[in-house]
């Protein structure tokens, strides 16, 4: 099982980025699938989430600006970004949990495969 992020950058406030996680070794869409973030001296943080009933579950923070969806074709999961904010500066990661609930659970101990993550930075 491998999962690989993409598609991190900078931006300035305002603007938009989306980020890509390639999964390998199963089904993107036979799992809950989410993006946590950590900036720098915080804890990790869930952000948005997919179940394989396609539910959807997205932070406070981040609900009407920020859309997951997955490329079942491309066996990826995708974080379309607008609307960021320089508080949205942080490492993101994309993580799999082996559940198969309507709705995904959200904390990060029940998420068991990761990937390296990419840095998505906002400028005032």
């Known amino acids: 099982v491998q999962l690989q992020e993409s598609g991190g950058g900078s931006v300035q406030s305002g603007g938009s980025l989306s980020l890509s996680c390639a999964v390998s070794?199963?089904?993107?869409?036979?799992?809950?699938m989410g993006w946590f973030r950590q900036a720098p001296g915080k804890e990790r943080e869930g952000v948005a989430f997919?179940?394989?009933?396609?539910?959807?579950t997205y932070a406070d923070s981040v609900k009407g600006r920020f859309t997951i969806a997955r490329d079942n074709a491309k066996n990826t999961l995708l974080l379309q970004m607008n609307s960021l904010k320089p508080e949205d500066t942080a490492m993101y990661f994309c993580?799999?949990?082996?559940?198969?609930?309507?709705?995904?659970?959200?904390?990060?101990?029940?998420?068991?495969?990761w990937g390296q993550g990419t840095q998505v930075t906002v400028s005032s």
């Open positions: 997919v179940s394989s009933y396609a539910e959807t």
């Open positions: 993580a799999a949990d082996p559940s198969r609930g309507r709705h995904c659970r959200t904390s990060v101990p029940q998420y068991a495969n």
């Open positions: 070794g199963y089904s993107v869409t036979w799992y809950c």
